[in-house]
Structures are given as C-alpha cells and as structure tokens.
C-alpha cells in the first residue's frame, strides 16, 4: 500500500459529461502529480501541485483542469469527455525531489 | 527537447539476467529513477541514483554515469513475476520528472 488514495477507482460515463477523479497524498507529501496512461502507452504527465500551487503542466487539454486544497488532497476535473479520454488516470505523491508515490488509479471509460 | 530513450520490448529467460538501458538527454540532471509497473497496475519505486556508480539492491542494480547521459537496470535470477514494464524517469534542473515510454520485459521458462 503507498498510501495514496485515490477514488473512485473505476468510472463509466458517456460522451460529453463531466467527471472529478480525487486523490488524497500519503501523510506529510506536499507534492501531488497527475498522470494519464492509455492502454499499452506511457505515462503522460498532466500537472504537478506543491503545497496548493500549480508548479508545472505537462499536456493537459483545456478541458481538463485541477487545485489541490488546503488539507493536500487533490481534484482531476475533466469535462466535454470524448472517447479517447478514457484511460487510467494516476496521482502520485512525494516529498520534494523524492521518489513517487502512485496511487492505485481511476480507470475511465467514456462510452 | 528533453528525450529518455529505453528499448520498446525485451524478452528473457526465467534464472537469466537482463540488462535494460536508459539514455538521456535532459535540462540538468537532479537524479534518476526506475519504476516498475505491472499491466494494469500503478508504477512502484525500484531504484534512485544520483551520482555516478552501481546501487544495489537484492535482485536489482541500477548504474548511472552522468557523462554519458545512461543508465541501466540490472534484473538478476528473473523470476515470472518480473514481466512488467520498467520505466527510466529523471529530474531535470527544474525538479521535475521526465519519463521515458518504458520498456516491456517478457520473461520465457
């Protein structure tokens, strides 16, 4: 067990709604990250909290947005879902330039 | 462009060893990582360098030479339950995490 939380752990929604996936970091990571892996690719880095700031964003579409909150846990909101939107979606969580932490992920199916 | 280059796919033999590389090329270099991730399942933490040399750890050993922007992770005695994918990862100059596409590891008996 990492620690990390993440839920819901498995999502089904169809084309064009909204979803919030959530993670809570282990006790005391500032960091949190989020990740999208699609079957058989690699992990997509999708943006990177510290302490409740943004630090960096890697390919996140516009449709797709995030905040971590005072108490640390995280938000993935992902909206106008289309079919190539599903996916398994990780957080991960670490002190600062420490290994990570993954989450066990969210596997989205936007149907 | 900050790159991480790993082989797509390996095959070996179950009792064998295999050596997968990691090449880099990165906006500074803060360490690197190697991750192991089964099919469906999220990445776990295998290994960490950050200055030149071996680290070892049980079955596996990671090197680094910083000069040459490379890596390796060393699986000795495989075992079935080492097919999975093994991802290379480093942090550049601005602490964050570059990954490479992994490398798929099928072992045979």
């Known amino acids: 067990d990492s620690g990390v939380t993440q839920t819901p752990k498995h999502l089904i929604t169809a084309t064009g709604q909204r979803v919030t996936l959530r993670c809570s970091p282990r006790s005391g990571d500032l960091s949190v990250y989020w990740y999208q892996q699609s079957l058989d690719q690699g992990l997509q880095f999708l943006i990177h909290y510290y302490n409740g700031e943004e630090r960096a964003k890697g390919n996140i579409l516009e449709r797709f947005s995030a905040q971590q909150f005072p108490d640390l846990h995280s938000e993935l909101n992902l909206s106008s879902l289309e079919l190539g939107d599903s996916a398994l979606y990780f957080c991960?969580?670490?002190?600062?330039?420490?290994?990570?932490?993954f989450g066990n992920g969210t596997r989205l199916t936007v149907t | 462009g900050q790159n991480i280059d790993q082989p797509t796919e390996m095959t070996a033999t179950e009792g064998a060893i295999v050596q997968i590389n990691c090449t880099y090329q990165t906006s500074g270099f803060n360490g690197l990582f190697w991750y192991q991730q089964h099919a469906g399942e999220a990445p776990t933490f295998l290994s960490y360098n950050v200055l030149d040399g071996l680290e070892e750890k049980g079955r596996f050993s990671s090197f680094l030479s910083r000069s040459k922007g490379y890596s390796y992770l060393l699986l000795k005695e495989l075992q079935m339950k080492d097919s999975a994918s093994y991802l290379c990862?480093?942090?550049?100059?601005?602490?964050?995490?570059?990954w490479g596409a992994g490398t798929k590891l099928i072992i045979k008996p």
């Open positions: 990862a480093v942090t550049d100059s601005n602490y964050q995490l570059i």
């Open positions: 991960a969580s670490s002190p600062y330039n420490s290994p990570l932490h």
